[in-house]
């Protein structure tokens, strides 16, 4: 029985799918402990998708707090060694709150890092996988790719630092354009570059038809290397299959001081929020005292929940059997039904709540 044979959840058919996708490319699985000292989260709050963080004092005295985040984890205990890579992949459990639900969960999360002596073959690499991860949650996913180099180093051609640069960065992942050119006005910044700004947030699309316009907006502002960086990356993405979903979209921004070049989102219908993340973090490895560059992306499973409403049925059949009959027939319906490929479940009474395709009524022959 494959894993579309299998009568599981969305969230539960991705943990199988996706680590084997991970293992065929040399990604071994990292395990780790529930617990962290809570200083390792206190220390790079900002990195984590919510400061909510459920701690408890150990035996010892010391702080410790049930895991938010893996990353962190993986990163403490790389090598940090010249001339290797480390490429993990993890599935394991975090706990804080559940975007579907607003409230502290346990909730099952799949990623993969790649760490080390990172160079462009690693950064396509993992974002070829992070667009087959869609390409296995939803065959009408998108992978949103930015690059934040260019962001960077337009912000620092207008001149907008500090706390204006801060509030700019988390206008342009709203693209909130009205408040940019606002915030600009506040700075001193000039119109001129506060339309470059609305340029930038106004490149989305297709690579094919992105970087053309991306060179003519920045082709003498900012390094070219930049932009063909980018250019090298989405192509060679293209030249495997996976261009069908790749969008490239600068409102894809994350925290600078963690993350740097390359970053994305991946989105599928039916969740109004992205369902995987990621990008690189040299910034948060030199942060940890580490000279290693690093790669990775994690997909947010308590999202998929989302396409089951209204989709997934808990059985195929529900056969309905009373007091009496005999085994062997009873035994017979069920198998002729399975060996068609349906999931069966033998009840005295239906139960509530249940959903179901189809009842198979033994005790009315029906």
């Known amino acids: 029985m494959n894993i579309d044979e299998m009568k599981l959840k969305a969230d539960e058919r991705a943990i199988f799918a996706l680590r084997a996708l991970y293992g065929k490319y040399g990604y071994s699985q990292y395990k780790m402990s529930k617990f962290e000292e ?4 206190v220390r790079n709050k900002n990195f984590l998708i919510s400061d909510n963080i459920i701690t ?66 690693s950064i396509f690499e993992v974002l070829m996988l992070a667009a087959e991860s869609i390409k296995t949650i939803s065959s009408e996913g998108e992978l949103d790719i930015s690059h934040l180099g260019i962001v960077s180093a337009v912000l620092d051609k207008i001149g907008l630092f500090g706390r204006d640069r801060d509030s700019v960065l988390s206008l342009i992942g709203e693209k909130n ?10 700075a001193g910044i000039s119109d001129e570059y506060a339309e ?46 996976c261009g069908d979903i790749i969008k490239i979209d600068f409102s894809v921004v994350n925290d600078m001081h963690y993350y740097n070049g390359i970053v ?22 030199k942060k940890m005292g580490k000279k290693s560059r690093a790669i990775g992306f994690a997909v947010y499973l308590d999202m998929l929940e989302r396409l089951t409403d209204g989709e997934e049925f808990d059985v195929d059949t529900v056969v309905l059997y009373g007091d009496g009959i005999s085994l062997k027939s009873l ?6 039904l399975t060996n ?7 009840v005295k009474s239906v139960p509530e709540n249940i959903k179901y395709k189809k009842l198979v009524d033994l005790i009315k022959g029906e």
């Open 177 to 186: 354009i009205h408040d940019i050119k606002t915030v600009c006005r506040g």
């Open 331 to 336: 035994s017979e319906k069920i198998k002729e």
């Open 196 to 241: 470059l700004l609305k340029n930038l947030i106004s490149i989305y699309g297709k690579p094919a038809d992105v970087i053309g316009k991306l060179k003519n907006v920045l082709g003498d502002i900012i390094p070219s290397s930049l932009i063909d960086e980018l250019d090298s990356i989405v192509t060679a993405l293209d030249e495997i299959g």
């Open 56 to 121: 408890f004092t150990d035996t010892n005295g010391k702080l410790m707090a049930l895991k938010p985040d893996v990353t962190l984890s993986i990163i403490k205990n790389s090598k940090d060694e010249a001339d290797r890579v480390e490429k993990v992949y993890y599935n394991e459990n975090v706990y804080r709150i559940s975007g579907s639900t607003k409230s502290f969960r346990e909730i099952m999360q799949v990623g993969l890092e790649c760490i080390g002596d990172i160079d462009d073959y």
């Open 340 to 346: 068609n490929g349906e999931s069966v479940m033998a």
């Open 264 to 285: 994305f989102k991946g989105f599928v219908p039916g969740v109004p929020t992205g369902v995987l993340s990621g990008g690189q973090y040299d910034k948060l490895l």
């Open 38 to 41: 809570y200083d390792l989260y």
